[in-house]
C-alpha cells in the first residue's frame, strides 16, 4: 500500500516525520518505468526496525487513504482485519 512501492507515486512523509536521529526510515533511490514508458526515480522507505522507538507517528501521518501504509506494533504482536490488538500466545 505504500505509495512508492504500489503506485510508484514519489512519497517519503514516513521518513520525514521519524523524530529519531538516526532516522529508523530511510529511503533508497529507484528507477522505474512506468506503465506510459516514462521513466521516473522513487525514493522508496524502508523500516529500520532497530532504530525504532514505537512512536507511532509514521502511522498517523500516512496519507494512504483509509489504512495506513506503515503499522507500528510491539514485537510479537499483530492486528487482525478489524485492526484489534492481537497478542500471540507464550509457550511456557
Do not use: F
Not at 14 to 40: F, H, L, M, N, Q
Not at 61 to 90: F, H, M, N, Q, W
Amino acid at each position: 500500500r505504500c505509495l512508492p512501492w504500489s503506485m510508484e507515486t514519489p512519497c517519503v512523509v514516513c521518513e520525514e516525520v521519524c523524530p529519531v536521529s538516526p532516522k529508523a526510515i530511510g529511503t533508497y533511490d529507484e528507477e522505474i518505468r512506468r506503465w506510459d514508458g516514462t521513466i521516473v526515480v522513487l525514493n522508496k522507505p524502508y523500516i529500520r526496525p532497530e532504530l525504532c522507538i514505537g512512536c507511532g507517528i509514521c502511522e498517523h501521518e500516512c496519507p494512504v487513504i483509509d489504512d495506513a501504509a506503515v503499522y507500528v506494533t510491539a514485537v510479537g504482536e499483530t492486528r487482525s482485519k478489524k485492526r484489534s490488538l492481537l497478542l500471540r500466545s507464550r509457550q511456557t
